[in-house]
């Protein structure tokens, strides 16, 4: 096969591979860039593979950084843009099921090849968009299927995380996990349990962003993973329920968090540790908390005003949508109305603050200031008080003397 025309990103990259080759080495576009090229799908980092040693590259070229010299990658600069070029490699040991022991560098392509995850992964294609593909990867491609790289039960011995990932792909594509593939991950599926959860995560959230993500919770179940993801184990009926949901269209980790927590009922308590023990940041922990109660919110009919302030825009949206795949959702026109005429967005829009009312001999620092401050910051979003600095140190002087 030979791609006539070729993305831009490729045809940027055309003089570093040329430089490579003519220098009587092999260069060629690995991975995920030229598997998005021949399904039409646009492209994001383009990844380069040659029979080079890294320090066969860095001679070729001005300017290198050594991004990860020890895996045998080396960036070449060019244009202002950054080209990873990583020397054929194999890999032996796996004996944390993840990591390989040792990487030995090669000079055959055929060997870099063999030890991708899955045939539409393990494609290459020359600067000239003449395409290798020693697996069926083309094949599999036009049908759907995502197919181990050789023995699938010992690629998944291997490293673990091809499990999440074969899932993930699935989703992304909108494609078949091939059977052996399938089998051997519910064979294997266990073995998650060596994986760390920041691996997970990352192929988790992707999985979830895809175009079948009802599809993948499905494979998640039963592949029997679940049983080895933090808390997935106790929800095995909440999952299903998600996935009977339709239209899921998560673009964010919060909403997708979000759903989860929502479908597995979880309170405050429960979505912080449920999500420290997927070790989410704090941002995505407390933004999940707030969207969550927003949606329990607008289930209830109970939002208003403060809450509403509360939650913020973007958050708004979010648990508004969450709503709308269960039927509860309220109109998002008048929701996103009703925040945009709120009085003030947040604390710092009230026109008092504690450095006015000190300087105005009215209070003085202390924890009184703050309690005077947040039942100033509620009323004006009730619209119970006008935000005027006079008329806000009128009240706090007859709040006072209460
Ligand atoms: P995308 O970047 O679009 O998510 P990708 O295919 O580029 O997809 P990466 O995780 O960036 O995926 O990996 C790049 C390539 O490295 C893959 O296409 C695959 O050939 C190889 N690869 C990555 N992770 C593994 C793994 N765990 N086992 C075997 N090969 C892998
Ligand atoms: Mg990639």
Not at 196 to 215: D, H, N, S, T
Request: proline share 3%; with cysteine.
């Amino acid at each position: 096969m030979k791609i006539k025309k070729l993305p831009d990103e490729f045809e940027k990259a055309r003089p570093v591979m040329q430089t490579i080759e003519k220098a009587g080495y092999e260069a060629y576009f690995v991975g995920g860039s030229v598997r998005d090229t021949i399904i039409g799908e646009p492209i994001h980092d383009v990844d380069i593979a040659s029979s080079a040693y890294p320090e066969e590259i860095k001679k070729l070229f001005k300017n290198t950084i050594d991004t990860g010299i020890e895996h045998g990658t080396v960036m070449v600069l060019d244009n202002n843009v950054g080209y990873e070029i990583t020397t054929f490699r194999t890999e032996s040991g796996y004996q944390d099921y993840r990591r390989p022991d040792k990487v030995t560098f090669v000079r055959s392509l055929e060997e870099d090849l063999k030890r991708r995850d899955f045939t539409i992964n393990a494609l290459a294609m020359r600067e000239n968009g003449e395409v290798t593909d020693l697996f069926g990867g083309i094949d599999d491609l036009n049908h759907n299927i995502i197919r181990a790289v050789g023995d699938p039960n010992e690629r998944f011995n291997e490293d673990a995380l091809r499990m999440m990932r074969a899932v993930r792909f699935a989703s992304k594509l909108d494609f078949n996990i091939e059977d052996d593939t399938f089998n051997a991950i519910k064979r294997h599926s266990k073995l998650l349990e060596k994986i760390a959860i920041e691996r997970i995560y990352v192929e988790f959230i992707k999985m979830m962003k895809g175009l079948k993500p009802r599809q993948g919770l499905l494979d998640i179940i039963n592949t029997n993973m679940y049983l080895y993801i933090p808390y997935f184990n106790h929800h095995h009926d909440d999952i299903l329920s998600i996935s009977n949901l339709k239209n899921l269209d998560l673009t964010s980790e919060v909403s997708i968090w979000s759903l989860i927590c929502f479908a597995f009922k979880y309170n405050r308590l429960q979505i912080g540790e449920f999500l420290k023990a997927w070790k989410s940041s704090n941002e995505v922990i407390n933004d999940t908390k707030i969207c969550c109660s927003a949606i329990y919110k607008i289930y209830s009919k109970t939002i208003n005003d403060i809450s509403i302030y509360n939650t913020g825009k973007s958050l708004l949206i979010i648990a508004n949508h969450i709503a709308s795949l269960y039927g509860f959702d309220l109109n998002e026109n008048d929701l996103i109305n009703e925040y945009d005429n709120l009085p003030i967005k947040n604390k710092k829009e009230l026109s008092i603050n504690g450095g006015i009312l000190i300087k105005n001999d009215i209070l003085k620092p202390g924890p009184k200031l703050g309690e005077i401050l947040n039942v100033i910051e509620k009323k004006v979003v009730n619209g119970r008080l006008e935000n005027d600095t006079n008329e806000l140190i009128n009240f706090t002087k007859q709040y006072l003397k209460e």
